[in-house]
Structure formats: structure tokens, C-alpha cells
């Protein structure tokens, strides 16, 4: 019996755990620190719906960057089989070769059919080799680098944190759209430049 409670109190505790820290603000920011708006987005690399709306807000962004702040945060999904590593290799570029994160992001929105189904024919280790040579190719990494952060608990610890802090947000899918800390449901199905424009036009607040 006193096992049993035992048991039990361990069970609930591990329960009731709050999620980690992350080791430093999550996400890869693009746009002024100082701002009035800021967007915190979900995505998955191999989501196609994450992909779609990519292309809208990165236009809006780019044509507003003086007052916007874009938050991008990778939120792997479990029915996407690779995703996760996908995600490893992102990480890791988004760390140490900041610059490039982009260019893998739109990559991986592009091709995510190679990863989806071409590679579920392939073992573990194809598809790692195949992730690091994309990774090298369009960053400053060296495939051996990248290969060596697939393998890396360091690495591995840092996605499944990030994923921990989106579950805390109350995110369970892709794409997800916060804005100033508030989750904008409707935004989901924002695929254009304009749709974005015509939502912070509705704010009627000022930009800056």
C-alpha cells in the first residue's frame, strides 16, 4: 500500500512539472527589439500550411521591418516522421550561422515532399546525410558540422525545449500566429501580404 502512494506521489509530481527554461529568449527574431508589435510565429519545417503562410508575412515583414518584429518559432510535428531532425539541423544553423536560417527555412518549405515521402524509403542514416548536405549547401556549415549536430544531445535538448515552450503556449499546431503575446486564431489562414495589412489596419493603433 505505502508503495502504491509512493508511486502515485511521484506519478503526480512528475505530472505537474513545469516546462524547462529555455537558455535564452526562444525563437529566431528578425525586426527592431523595440517595438510596438511583434509576432510570434509556429511553424514546421515540412508543414505545408506553415509554408503558405511563410510567403504572405514574409512579405508583409520585409516591406515593415522598421516597426515589426517577427519571432520564428520551429514547433516539429509527430505525424511529420522526420521533422524533428529536420528541425535539429535548423536549430543548430539558427545558432551558430544565424544568417542562413532563411535560406534553410524556404528550402525546406520548398522541398518538404523529399522529406515527407521520398525518405521514408530511406534508413536513419540517409536521411541525416541527406539533411546535412542540403544544410551545408545553403549555409555557411560544413556537412560534417551539421551531421555532428544531428547527433548532438546539446542540440537534441534545445528542440525538444523549444517544442515544450510552444506546448506552454497552448500550440498544438502549424501555423500558429501570436501578436503581442495573444494568440490570433484567425491568422491561420493568412496566406498574403494583404491579408496582414488589412489585420493591422483593423488594430487602428500606431506602428511605431
Not at 506521489?9 to 535564452?24: K, L, M, N, R, Y
Not at 551539421?146 to 547527433?151: D, I, M, T, Y
Request: glycine share 6%.
Amino acid at each position: 500500500m505505502k508503495l502504491l502512494v509512493a508511486l502515485s506521489i511521484v506519478s503526480i509530481a512528475c505530472s505537474t512539472q513545469f516546462e524547462p527554461i529555455p537558455g535564452g529568449m526562444e525563437g529566431f527574431s528578425m525586426g527592431p527589439t523595440r517595438t510596438n508589435y511583434t509576432i510570434d510565429v509556429y511553424y514546421d519545417h515540412l508543414c505545408p500550411d506553415s509554408a503558405a503562410a511563410w510567403e504572405g508575412l514574409q512579405k508583409y515583414f520585409h516591406a515593415n521591418q522598421y516597426w515589426l518584429r517577427v519571432v520564428i518559432h520551429i514547433f516539429p510535428l509527430p505525424y511529420h516522421t522526420f521533422s524533428f531532425v529536420v528541425s535539429q539541423a535548423g536549430r543548430f544553423i539558427q545558432d551558430n550561422y544565424p544568417d542562413d536560417f532563411i535560406s534553410y527555412l524556404d528550402f525546406m518549405f520548398d522541398h518538404r515532399s523529399k522529406y515527407l515521402d521520398t525518405a521514408l524509403f530511406w534508413t536513419m542514416q540517409q536521411i541525416k546525410n541527406n539533411i546535412a548536405a542540403d544544410a551545408s549547401s545553403l549555409s555557411q556549415a560544413t556537412f560534417s558540422e551539421v551531421l555532428n549536430a544531428l547527433e548532438s544531445d546539446s542540440v537534441n535538448n534545445e528542440v525538444r525545449v523549444g517544442w515544450k515552450y510552444g506546448c506552454s503556449h497552448g500550440v498544438s499546431g502549424t501555423p500558429i500566429h501570436f501578436v503581442n503575446g495573444v494568440m490570433v486564431p484567425d491568422a491561420t489562414a493568412f496566406t498574403t501580404e494583404q491579408a496582414w495589412a488589412h489585420f493591422f489596419y483593423s488594430l487602428n493603433a500606431t506602428k511605431y
